[in-house]
T-cell receptor, first 119, second 114 residues
Framework: DTGVSQDPRHKITKRGQNVTFRCDPI?????LYWYRQTLGQGPEFLTY????????KSRLLSDRFSAERPKGSFSTLEIQRTEQGDSAMYLC?????????????????FGPGTRLTVL | AQKVTQAQTEISVVEKEDVTLDCVYE???????LFWYKQPPSGELVFLIR??????QNEISGRYSWNFQKSTSSFNFTITASQVVDSAVYFC???????????FGSGTQLTVLP
């Protein structure tokens, strides 16, 4: 049984470059989340997928950010024209809602994160 | 709006001491869920516990215990007989009944000295 995996674990890029991160959720988890965590802070929500549908986006997700989950399995998060302020840990989480249970009863399990450094 | 406050930025204890991490939350939802996660130096957030707003029973799991008090909007976490391996950042999080995302506090860095 594998947990949530993320690739790469570390990414160093120059300002203005595009980067893409990948997240593989726990098998059969239909919900997938992206969060961003800066130093000394808790994670902040970016976006949420249920299966392949992107159902919610935070105002933190500027036009330079795009996320996809094309077949309802893995997800990618792309940042275009990176800025130094994008330097952070990008965390992915997945969950599965048991049939017949309440809306908020699922638990999110997190991956190891991708640490992005923009020079 | 949802808000989680972890007023203790850093705590340092000596091994075998008990330590309590405080968490205060704000929400207008009548149904909500509270969580604690542990983030060791490796960076991965590890789920510890989920508590529903309608269940105020305290919970104990080994050396860990949680005290949920709706009257004071608090969900505190106690580690008994702390160990060096407990050193990590601990986050309290909240999800309102209809929301999908978690709202995290800023975390408490716990250092357990040998």
């Amino acid at each position: 049984d594998t947990g949530v995996s993320q690739d790469p674990r570390h990414k160093i890029t120059k300002r203005g470059q595009n980067v893409t991160f990948r997240c593989d959720p726990i098998s059969e988890h239909n919900r997938l989340y992206w969060y961003r965590q800066t130093l000394g802070q808790g994670p902040e929500f970016l976006t949420y997928f249920q299966n392949e549908a992107q159902l919610e986006k935070s105002r933190l997700l500027s036009d330079r950010f795009s996320a996809e989950r094309p077949k309802g399995s893995f997800s990618t998060l792309e940042i275009q024209r990176t800025e130094q302020g994008d330097s952070a840990m990008y965390l992915c989480a997945s969950s599965s809602l048991m049939p017949g249970t309440g809306v908020g009863t699922d638990t999110q399990y997190f991956g190891p994160g991708t640490r992005l450094t923009v020079l | 709006a949802q808000k989680v406050t972890q007023a203790q930025t850093e705590i340092s204890v000596v091994e075998k001491e008990d330590v309590t991490l405080d968490c205060v939350y704000e929400t207008r939802d009548t149904t909500y869920y509270l969580f604690w996660y542990k983030q060791p130096p490796s960076g991965e957030l590890v789920f510890l516990i989920r508590r529903n707003s309608f269940d105020e029973q305290n919970e104990i799991s080994g050396r860990y215990s949680w005290n949920f008090q709706k009257s004071t909007s608090s969900f505190n976490f106690t580690i008994t007989a702390s160990q060096v391996v407990d050193s990590a950042v601990y986050f309290c999080a909240l999800r309102g009944g209809s929301a999908r995302q978690l709202t995290f506090g800023s975390g408490t860095q716990l250092t357990v000295l040998p």
